[in-house]
């Protein structure tokens, strides 16, 4: 959709998902636990405008904390699609992408960070 717009320059591809071999341009992947856990890239809207700094690995968003604040008010974590089962125990203890997406870092006690500690 980048490309075809002729935007690929001046636009970047933020995604929860992988790319494919035919991604081209700026692209970020594997944000899902940012969103999922009510960071600020989670609160964006349409038209909100981010910055990226690929050299010092940031993204921010030009946003005041008192607007992060009001929007994190009537934020809701999504519904969790998995509650049971070895998936469920994955989900919960595995590290993001950019830390290997192992399940080494986390303690078995950090899943009542979850409010789900079975």
Request: hydrophobic content about 35%.
């Amino acid at each position: 959709m980048i490309l075809g717009a002729e935007i690929g320059n001046d636009v970047a591809c933020l995604t929860d998902g992988r790319f494919s071999g035919g991604t081209h341009g700026f692209c970020l992947s594997h944000v899902v636990p940012k969103v999922v856990k009510g960071g600020p890239i989670g609160l964006l809207k349409d038209g909100d405008v981010i910055t990226i700094d690929a050299e010092a690995n940031t993204l921010e968003v030009a946003l005041t904390e008192e607007e992060l604040k009001t929007r994190r008010i009537g934020w809701k974590s999504p519904p969790e699609q998995v509650t049971s089962g070895t998936l469920y125990k994955y989900q919960q203890l595995v590290s993001d992408a950019s830390h290997g997406a192992v399940t080494g870092l986390l303690d078995i006690k950090d899943l009542s960070l979850c409010g789900k500690a079975q």
